[in-house]
């Protein structure tokens, strides 16, 4: 581990030194009265994206298909990070920003840091200590993630106020319409508790009078005894699928469909078009569940 950190180290300093010397021989370009914004994962991406349009490139230090609690990003994301003027972090007891944050800003004392769960009520973590980090996943959290990033972008450039404000309301505006179906859709709901393998939708069952059963238990797979009561636990409940994540190994949610009659449906939290994923998420939900 030291010497992967050492390595870490070396190809970091080389790769920065190499990105400082070409972007002065460089000089002007048209992309450098770009903002340059940095964030965690893909739907914080999408979010800063919506709101600053053309004035910004959004650098994203999660890729698509990485599982976020334990990436550790490239030299050369480190290198763009030494240059961002600002970062959007989910603030919420995430893991991957609980390992790398502190690097971050070392790397770059300037940047504005924008904490996008500022005014949401957190829930406490079924994986351990701390708060649940999957703020984004209910609407009306990602109302007000949005409403953050909209005001950090606001102080940074505040000659553009007017465009982030019209971007935010149009968006906000689909977030909204969003909410308002899932309301509807699952309000008439029989069944309100749902199977997962990751714990990753308490805010999503929160707002809208649902219930999480989780399969992953403390962040581990679940013992042949635990097995057995989520078994129990799902036939009580009238549960025949079980959600899981591409992140994470569908082995055990296939184990426990296959014992209750049922079957596995994979539904991505981190995936790219937010409002077209989680119109997915509900329209799953409320086939399954009624």
């Known amino acids: ?35 340059k914004i940095a964030v965690s994962i893909v739907p914080l991406k999408e979010f800063t994206q919506q709101i600053a349009g053309d004035k910004a490139e959004v650098i994203l230090m999660v890729p698509p298909g990485a599982e976020p609690h334990t990436y550790q990003p490239l030299p050369s994301q480190m290198v763009d990070i030494s240059q961002a003027d600002m970062y959007v972090k989910l603030g919420s007891d995430f893991g991957f920003e609980q390992t ?8 770059n004392h300037s940047m504005l840091m924008v904490d996008s769960s500022v005014n949401i009520t957190l829930e406490s973590s079924s994986e351990g200590d701390g708060a649940d980090p999957h703020i984004w996943l209910s609407p009306r959290n990602a109302i007000q993630m949005v409403k953050n990033i909209t005001t950090g ?25 969003l909410d308002n179906e899932i309301t509807l859709a699952l309000s008439h709901l029989h069944n309100r508790t749902f199977l997962v393998f990751h714990p990753a939708w308490a805010y999503f069952a929160r707002d809208y009078n649902l219930k999480e059963l989780s399969i992953e238990i403390e962040g581990k797979e679940p013992t042949p005894q635990q097995m057995i009561e989520i078994i129990d636990l799902a036939i009580q409940n009238n549960i025949s699928i079980v959600f899981a994540s591409p992140q994470f190994s569908s082995r055990s949610a296939e184990s426990i469909a296959s014992e209750i009659g049922g079957q596995v449906i994979m539904i991505d939290p981190l995936a790219q ?5 989680m119109e997915f998420v509900y329209k799953q939900m409320q086939e399954v569940m009624s």
């Open 100 to 107: 790398w944050i502190s690097k971050i800003l070392a790397l």
């Open 273 to 277: 078009d937010y409002i077209k994923n």
């Open 153 to 177: 972008l606001m102080s940074l450039d505040p000659e553009n106020k007017s465009y982030y404000a019209a971007n935010r309301d149009a968006y906000l505006a689909k977030l909204e319409q």
């Open 1 to 35: 581990m030291k010497l992967r950190t050492l390595f870490l180290s070396l190809a970091l300093g080389v790769t920065l030194l190499s990105s400082l010397l070409l972007a002065g021989c460089q000089g002007d370009s048209s992309s450098a009265a770009k903002l």
